[in-house]
């Protein structure tokens, strides 16, 4: 095996602890008791794990320190603090009773998010080997993910979980527990397709803007305020809306490119790839 490096697995490594918390912490729990406590303390938990899971790939190009260890154990805890803390907390949050339709229909929901984010785990590393090994170029494929991302996947699902278990949202609209409980199944059901989809999502880094560097500083950083003071007061409706954002950005160009058809050249890096040969 190749040499291992320290420290950007010790970043994927607390990103791996910080998903396990969130499941420890959610089986200590009654079901159905301070369930926006504990959507709302493992938001922030997801949130630094997301962090770090966008670091440690960095760190490791700034370094030289890339390894084939380094990338499959960052698939594994992706998996965990992604795929399967946000079905565990989905399935924690609701007060559901044996034997029943519904949540039958919930843990169908929740296997289903948690099995598609590993299927698309294991086909971004196929991708990731095939391009290593030149048969992709590395720079078209690292412009955009082919399917949803993962954490894209769990952050939306929590924050959809949260804000509809929030004060705000009850505040604005009131649902009953059977439409709710639809509503969040259905959630995770879509995004577990989005994830194993062919559908192209965009790569946050390789974002280039065509503005003077200062007025692209300025807009960073009203952005960054706009977002952490949303973060401070209203991180249910924030995260939701960011989370939503990203996901219906790359559904909106994806479906934009699919009617425009192969012809035009515009969005072209959003054409759905065709199906991996067997």
Excluded at 28 to 53: K, N, Q, R, T, W
Aim: charged residues 15%; contains cysteine; glycine residues 8%.
């Amino acid at each position: 095996m190749k040499q291992i490096y320290l420290i950007p697995n010790i970043v994927t490594a607390f990103g791996l602890s910080c998903g396990l918390f969130v499941i420890f912490k959610a089986n200590m729990i009654d079901p159905g008791a301070g369930v926006y406590e504990l959507l709302y303390s493992s938001a922030l938990l997801l949130l630094l794990a997301a962090f770090a899971d966008l670091i440690d790939g960095a760190v490791a190009r700034i370094i030289r320190a890339e390894s084939e260890f380094g990338s499959i154990f960052d698939s594994l805890a992706d998996a965990i603090s992604f795929g399967v803390a946000p079905s565990t907390l989905f399935l924690k949050s609701l007060s559901l009773r044996p034997a029943d339709g519904l949540s039958f229909f919930a843990v169908v929901g929740a296997m289903l998010y948690a099995i598609c984010g590993v299927l698309r785990l294991a086909r971004f590393n196929a991708k990731l080997q095939e391009s290593q090994t030149g048969k992709n170029s590395l720079a078209d494929y690292k412009k955009n993910f082919t399917g949803l991302p993962i954490p894209a996947g769990g952050i939306g699902a929590l924050s959809a979980n949260l804000f509809l278990n929030s004060k705000l949202a009850s505040s604005w609209f009131s649902i009953s527990y059977t439409v709710h409980l639809v509503i969040l199944t259905s959630l995770m059901i879509l995004l577990g397709y989005l994830m194993i989809s062919k559908w192209k999502f965009p790569s946050l880094t390789s974002l280039r803007f065509r503005i003077p560097s200062f007025h692209l500083i300025l807009l960073a950083v009203l952005l960054a305020i706009f977002i952490l003071y949303g973060i401070f007061y209203y991180l249910p409706l924030v995260l939701f809306i960011c989370s939503l954002g990203y996901i219906l950005v790359g559904c909106i160009l994806t479906v934009i490119r699919i009617i425009a058809g192969k012809k035009s050249k515009t969005l072209v890096d959003f054409e759905p790839e065709e199906d991996m040969p067997k």
